[in-house]
Nanobody
Framework: QVHLVQSGGGSVQAGGSLRLSCAAS????????MAWFRQAPGQEREGVATIAPGGGSTYYADSVKGRFTISRDNAKNTVYLHMNSLKPEDSAMYYC??????????WGCGMSKDTYNYWGQGTQVTVSS
């Protein structure tokens, strides 16, 4: 049974930093695209960042480019989201997600939530001004 367990997050003032972690179990995540999404109250869930199975190809939403970094440690079956220069508009519930199927190691991964079948439990990030 596949599980994605998230940790990290919390509350921070604008300009601060946070790190989110997502540990996978029940399968080997190293062959799959991983991603972070977020959802603010009353809004659609939106993609934040994706990372290829090999870790060499990443993709970011324009709103976080240059401030957020996605990374993965395949030996630990864990993906991370490092968030710097946080803004109040970054406040949301953050979710990690994984493709159901294996993906070529260095191919870029898309950000359509419909292609991600496994989801973490969510973790709240609140940025105050």
């Amino acid at each position: 049974q596949v599980h994605l367990v998230q940790s990290g997050g919390g509350s921070v003032q604008a300009g601060g930093s946070l790190r989110l972690s997502c540990a996978a179990s029940g399968y080997t995540s190293s062959s799959r695209c991983m991603a972070w999404f977020r959802q603010a109250p009353g809004q659609e869930r939106e993609g934040v960042a994706t990372i290829a199975p090999g870790g060499g190809s990443t993709y970011y939403a324009d709103s976080v480019k240059g401030r957020f970094t996605i990374s993965r440690d395949n030996a630990k079956n864990t993906v991370y989201l490092h968030m710097n220069s946080l803004k109040p508009e970054d406040s949301a519930m953050y979710y990690c997600a994984a493709h159901a199927e294996a993906w070529p190691r260095n191919w870029g991964c898309g950000m359509s939530k419909d292609t991600y079948n496994y989801w973490g439990q969510g973790t709240q990030v609140t940025v105050s001004s």
